[in-house]
Each structure stands twice: as C-alpha cells, then as structure tokens.
C-alpha cells in the first residue's frame, strides 16, 4: 500500500512521516491555509531519502509553471488538482520525455443537488484520465461546491467504488497499465481501514485526517494513519 501524507509544510513533519513509513509526502502549492512557495518545499525535500516520492500538488492551467517547478527542484511528481486538461497534461509530460510522475485529481461532489449528472460526470472525467498514458495515478478526492483539496471530508463510498470499479474493468484492454488508484478524501486512522476493502486502491493519501491544525501534523494521529494503512492490507 503506497501511502501519501500531503500537505506538509515544515520538515519535522515530513522527516517523521517518512520514518514513520510514509512512501510519499506532499506540498501544496494550490491555495490552501497549507500553501507553501517552491522555495520552502524545496528546503524540505532536498533534505528527505532519495526513494520517498516528493509530491507537488498544484491547481494551475499553465504547464509551463509545472514544468518550472518540477525542473529546477527535489520534486518527483506532480499532483494536479485541478480539472483534468488533457493538452496539458500531453504539454507537461512531453517536457519531461514521459518520464514525470503525474497525479491526476478527480473529484467527486458530495453536495450534487442532481446526483445522477454528478455521477455521470465524475465517470466521464474518471474515464477520460484513464485513457491518458501520461497519467501515473488519479486521486480520487471529495470536492464540496466544485471545491477539492485537503477539505477532510469523505464521500458516498459505497456509491461511487461501483462506479470506479466499473470504469476501471472498461478502460482495461490488456494493452497497458492503467493510471494507479490513489484515494483521498477526509481519512483518518479509524477510517482507512473501511475504504481500502471498498476500493482496494493502490494507494492511500491524506491531510487533514493526521493534523493537530492546519498545515501542523499530529505524531500520534500520523503514526495510527500509517499503521491503520498497512494493517489493512496484511
Ligand atoms: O491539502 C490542501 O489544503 C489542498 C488544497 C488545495 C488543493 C489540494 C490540497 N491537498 C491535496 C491532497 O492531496 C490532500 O491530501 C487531499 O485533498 C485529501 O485531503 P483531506 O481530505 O484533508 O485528507
């Protein structure tokens, strides 16, 4: 189980999530009450181990911007947050020769007054990223009022794996991997547990669920995360 802890924002925090066995940690450069400039994440993911995954979560439509930050840092992989923009996920990734890791975010509302179009909506951007061979992964994350990111709030998890299950068994042609399943959305230690027998992600990714407020992680909450996470799997 490969376990994200995003939205840190100070190297105390990052270093214990990676001894506490962390695979990735994140940085938000979106706005966010946990934003940080490139210049600070860089500080931090400089000094972290070659083979933990330094995540740049951004909410931007410009490649070039990605590219720039992802170029001149530590940074490993590039986490978009915003809507799935296919010619420039193709613009990033080309950059890159196809070698950057890119997360594609897709969200899925929890507040729908028409939960059917919601619904069918959230299929045909799940589907759409799966389509894409640039994608590495998609985070699968709550949105509230077309909002996402770091909001520590779950969704209908019984309604929306189906969909997911679905998607993912029509994108399958045999012929490639397709993009890792990573999962988001308000998850804490009491919870993660439940939504990896939902979703059997790949991958599990959280915020809000390991702070003692924003932007700070609580060492206690962050070591149940981990081992919740891994206990799940065993
Ligand atoms: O964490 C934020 O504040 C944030 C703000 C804007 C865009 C993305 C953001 N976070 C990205 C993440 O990967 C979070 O871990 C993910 O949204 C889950 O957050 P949470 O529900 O708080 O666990």
């Given at each position: 189980?490969?376990?994200?802890i995003?939205a840190?924002?100070n190297?105390a925090?990052?270093?214990?999530?990676?001894?506490?066995?962390?695979?990735?940690?994140g940085?938000?450069?979106a706005?966010?009450?946990?934003?940080?400039?490139l210049?600070?994440?860089?500080?931090?993911?400089r000094l972290l181990?070659?083979g933990?995954e330094?995540?740049?979560?951004f909410?931007?439509?410009?490649?070039?911007?990605v590219?720039?930050?992802?170029a001149?840092?530590?940074l490993?992989?590039?986490?978009?947050?915003n809507e799935?923009?296919?010619?420039?996920?193709?613009?990033?990734?080309?950059?890159?020769?196809?070698k950057l890791?890119?997360?594609?975010a897709?969200?899925?509302?929890v507040?729908?007054t028409?939960r059917?179009?919601?619904?069918?909506?959230?299929e045909?951007?799940?589907?759409?990223?799966?389509a894409e061979?640039a994608?590495?992964a998609?985070?699968?994350?709550a949105?509230?009022?077309?909002?996402?990111?770091?909001?520590?709030?779950?969704?209908?998890?019984?309604?929306?794996a189906?969909?997911?299950?679905?998607?993912y068994?029509?994108?399958?042609?045999g012929?490639r991997?397709?993009p890792?399943?990573i999962?988001?959305?308000?998850?804490h230690a009491?919870?993660?547990?439940?939504a990896i027998?939902?979703?059997a992600?790949?991958?599990?990714d959280?915020a809000?669920?390991?702070?003692?407020?924003?932007g700070?992680?609580?060492p206690?909450k962050?070591?149940?995360?981990?081992?919740?996470?891994?206990?799940?799997?065993?």
């Amino acid at each position: 189980m490969f376990i994200k802890i995003c939205a840190n924002t100070n190297l105390a925090d990052a270093q214990l999530a990676v001894e506490l066995g962390a695979d990735a940690v994140g940085f938000v450069f979106a706005p966010s009450k946990r934003q940080m400039t490139l210049e600070q994440a860089e500080s931090i993911a400089r000094l972290l181990p070659a083979g933990v995954e330094k995540v740049g979560v951004f909410a931007t439509d410009d490649p070039y911007e990605v590219e720039h930050s992802m170029a001149a840092s530590a940074l490993t992989v590039a986490q978009l947050h915003n809507e799935f923009d296919q010619g420039m996920v193709q613009a990033l990734s080309g950059e890159f020769g196809g070698k950057l890791k890119i997360i594609q975010a897709v969200s899925y509302e929890v507040n729908a007054t028409e939960r059917a179009a919601a619904d069918a909506r959230f299929e045909a951007a799940l589907r759409a990223v799966l389509a894409e061979p640039a994608i590495w992964a998609v985070l699968l994350d709550a949105a509230k009022g077309g909002v996402s990111g770091g909001l520590g709030t779950t969704f209908d998890w019984a309604h929306a794996a189906p969909i997911v299950r679905r998607v993912y068994a029509s994108a399958q042609d045999g012929k490639r991997e397709l993009p890792k399943l990573i999962l988001a959305g308000g998850l804490h230690a009491e919870n993660v547990g439940t939504a990896i027998a939902e979703f059997a992600p790949w991958g599990v990714d959280v915020a809000s669920g390991v702070e003692a407020a924003p932007g700070r992680k609580d060492p206690a909450k962050l070591k149940a995360f981990i081992a919740a996470a891994r206990d799940a799997v065993r």
